[in-house]
């Protein structure tokens, strides 16, 4: 998913990922302490520690209600097809529907496909290269047009416009088109503009994909915002992540970027068609501004309900949550990895000695405390494949990370063999609303100083990532040698996880997330045999090679499993955290007590 995405991010993240930003969600602040040590305050109070971890906390049908977000970091995009943070992925569940979406339950259950727009989970051909699936009646778009078939297409055949709308997860097109034949609607030559061969659409209620490989996660993709329907008439292209029109509960009524969005109910969503979404709140609000300090203290205070971004309450406000409000804290895993990525473009990061002497030389405590110690920040990483993934190993240690100190004997040694014994300058790229990336930052830059690596810290506007480091041209044009960052699987498997961060077809000019620019024959054909695969322990073996020869290439430089202490309204009802959704709450299943 998404980079911070992530993770979807998924997320990024991501999302994905894609990847999100910083810090808690909301609560009605005051009162006394409950028994768990948690503030009280507002109707339903304070669940306790951890009660809303793989479990639901505050469980009501109640309808009504604003249910206020609130966050530092506006989403990549809200496009379906161009978002990629993985905060994006669950805030997307309100407005978009896919076939296929994950199961509105808490944990690992979460990971389970189920129907969404899609009367099942799909008919699968024997040789698993063709897919077809039928859609349900009743299901409409916000002005009260029949979703079609045909409409499902299109959204798809977007993210072929990368030169259009770049910036989300390019699984369906590598899998659908991998020789890149199709090049997307806005050069579409047909008369219809659904020339995509891949996908036949009979009629407006049946969808069929005619994959010229099998995959094994092709259902994981279809369950991805990037596979949301979007109508023809109403596509403004790169402006249409302002409004995107809505198939989902809530519809859109107002967005100004960094600032505000406002969700009120659609009234053409049926209820009937949607076994997954509670559509509790009457209306949902997100305010977005740069200060984190003032956005926990404003969480606490319980002016917001929740963080859109969840990843976790900043250490100023941290004590005063743990010590006097603990009931409203949860502190779960979130399948993220925090990492530097040293793209090769940029020299002298170039040469792999130069690389390894900054991993030797990074001083792994000291970063774990940077991101907030294990529990707010996680345990420390030595490679890159989640533990939750099959084919990881976490006790991989090639480079002696869980020691927790640098090795600069082996890092000077690294440096005479790259041919700079003295040290060489680089600059480190970190986004500009992420402190505790920042601080991540000067642990790093403080590390290589020791060694004779001078680091200099480049904060850039992080709304703005995917062109900035997104972009391989001006990652070499700034000369980014070292790029902090973070990433959530899409989907459960080493596909999901690995392949846009270390698949060399997966290199983007805009929107790239294989930041390190890795392209090594052995490393794809490792993907696809993996992909064949339909045994996922077998699966996992391949997986286990590509993350060894990853670690090999020391193109990363990995620092946490992440976990985060994140806030929980005590407004908020039907709270639990998804393993779907990399350890955020599930969005669409929340409710608030008026």
Not at 365 to 386: C, E, H, V, Y
Not at 413 to 429: D, H, M, R, V, W
Request: net charge positive.
């Amino acid at each position: 998913m998404t980079p911070i995405s992530s993770s979807r991010r998924r997320l990024a993240a991501g999302s994905a990922l894609v990847v999100a930003a910083l810090l808690g969600t909301a609560a009605c602040g005051g009162g006394g302490k409950d028994d768990n040590g948690g503030g009280g305050g507002g109707k339903a109070g304070a669940a306790g520690f951890n009660a809303a971890v793989n479990k639901v906390a505050n469980a009501s049908d109640k309808k009504g209600g604003e249910l206020k977000f609130i966050g530092t970091q506006d989403a990549d995009s809200w496009d379906p097809q161009r978002g990629y943070y993985g905060f994006m992925w669950d805030f997307a569940r309100y407005y978009t529907r896919q076939l296929v979406t994950f199961k509105a339950e808490p944990g690992a259950t979460s990971t389970e496909l189920v129907p969404d727009m899609a009367t099942d989970t799909g008919q699968v051909s024997p040789d698993g290269k063709t897919y077809t699936f039928k859609l349900k009646s009743g299901l409409k778009w916000e002005d009260g047009k029949p979703v079609t078939s045909k409409d499902l297409k299109y959204g798809i055949e977007r993210i072929w416009a990368q030169d259009v709308i770049s910036g989300g997860p390019i699984y369906l097109q590598q899998v659908l088109d991998p020789k890149g034949a199709y090049k997307g609607p806005y050069k579409d030559t047909s008369k219809d503009k659904l020339g995509l061969s891949a996908i036949e659409t009979p009629d407006d209620q049946t969808i069929i994909f005619k994959l010229p490989k099998a995959n094994s996660d092709f259902l994981q993709m279809l369950a991805m915002p990037s596979a949301t329907p979007v109508r023809q008439d109403l596509d403004t292209k790169a402006k249409y992540q302002l409004k995107p029109a809505s198939m989902g509960p809530y519809k859109w009524q107002e967005y100004t970027p960094n600032k505000s969005i406002t969700l009120v109910r659609n009234e053409n969503w049926d209820q009937a068609t949607d076994t997954v979404r509670k559509a509790l709140p009457d209306k949902i609000t997100v305010k977005l501004q740069s200060n984190a300090d003032d956005m926990d203290n404003r969480l606490i205070e319980g002016e917001y309900d929740l963080d859109i971004n969840a990843t976790g309450i900043g250490p100023a406000a941290r004590p005063k949550a743990l010590q006097q409000h603990k009931g409203n804290v949860d502190n779960p895993q979130t399948g993220f990895i925090r990492y530097a990525v040293f793209p090769q473009t940029v020299k002298p990061l170039d040469n792999i000695e130069c690389r390894k002497a900054i991993i030797y030389a990074a001083d792994s405590k000291s970063l774990q405390t940077a991101r907030g110690g294990p529990q707010a920040g996680g345990d420390i990483a030595t490679n890159m494949l989640p533990p939750a993934v099959k084919g990881s190993d976490p006790k991989a240690d090639p480079y002696g990370k869980l020691s927790g100190k640098p090795d600069e004997a082996k890092a000077k040694e690294a440096l005479k063999k790259c041919g700079q014994p003295n040290g060489f300058k680089t600059t480190i790229a970190v986004r500009n609303n992420k402190p505790v990336e920042i601080a991540t930052a000067e642990s790093l830059q403080q590390a290589l100083a020791k060694v004779g690596i001078t680091a200099q810290i480049d904060q850039y506007d992080g709304a703005q990532t995917s062109g900035i480091i997104g972009s391989p041209k001006v990652v070499k044009d700034k000369g980014y040698g070292i790029i902090i960052m973070g990433w959530g699987a899409d989907f459960p498997s080493g596909q999901g996880f690995l392949q846009p961060l270390v698949d060399g077809r997966f290199i983007l000019q805009s929107g790239n997330n294989n930041f390190s620019q890795l392209n090594d024959p052995a490393i794809n054909t490792l993907f696809d045999q993996a992909l064949a695969e339909t045994d996922p322990n077998k699966a996992g073996e391949f997986y286990k090679q590509i993350n060894t020869k990853v670690t090999d290439a020391a193109v990363y430089l990995p620092f946490t499993h992440e976990k985060n202490i994140v806030w929980r309204g005590s407004r908020l009802t039907n709270v639990y955290t998804a393993d779907a959704y990399n350890g955020r709450y599930d969005y669409a299943s929340l409710g608030v007590v008026k």
